[in-house]
């Protein structure tokens, strides 16, 4: 089983960036499709990108074009860039193992503690 430590969150203004990392333990990290989630106070924990262990991507519309998701296998890390950020970023990020369900991606492992993103005006 994958367990990860999440961090490169803080806070920053409007239009500028930040890049998330998540460590990753255990074996077979590659072989794992990994993503990042992030949950704004009192919303839904929300999937906002994806990367197979063949490195395809996903993106949930609200950041498409914003973020970047990324993987190192060497370093068992997984990297989310993200640019332009707005208010509406505000969230933990998490980042865990997915597998593909009926209805989409979902979690497949234990989550980390996340990473806090704000973004000002």
């Known amino acids: 089983q994958v367990r990860q430590v999440e961090s490169g969150g803080g806070l920053v203004q409007t239009g500028e960036s930040l890049r998330l990392s998540c460590e990753a333990s255990g074996s077979f990290f590659s072989i794992y499709a990994m993503g990042w989630y992030r949950q704004a106070p009192g919303k839904q924990r929300e999937l906002v990108a994806a990367?197979?262990?063949?490195?395809?991507?996903n993106y949930a519309v609200s950041v498409k074009g914003r973020f970047t998701i990324s993987r190192d296998n060497a370093k068992n890390t997984v990297y989310l860039q993200m640019d332009s950020l707005e208010p509406e970023d505000t969230a933990v990020y998490y980042c865990?193992?997915?597998?593909?369900?009926?209805?989409?991606?979902?979690?497949?492992?234990?989550w980390g503690q996340g990473t806090q993103v704000t973004v000002s005006s």
């Open positions: 865990n193992a997915i597998r593909q369900g009926t209805t989409g991606w979902r979690p497949n492992g234990s």
């Open positions: 990367i197979t262990s063949g490195g395809s991507t």
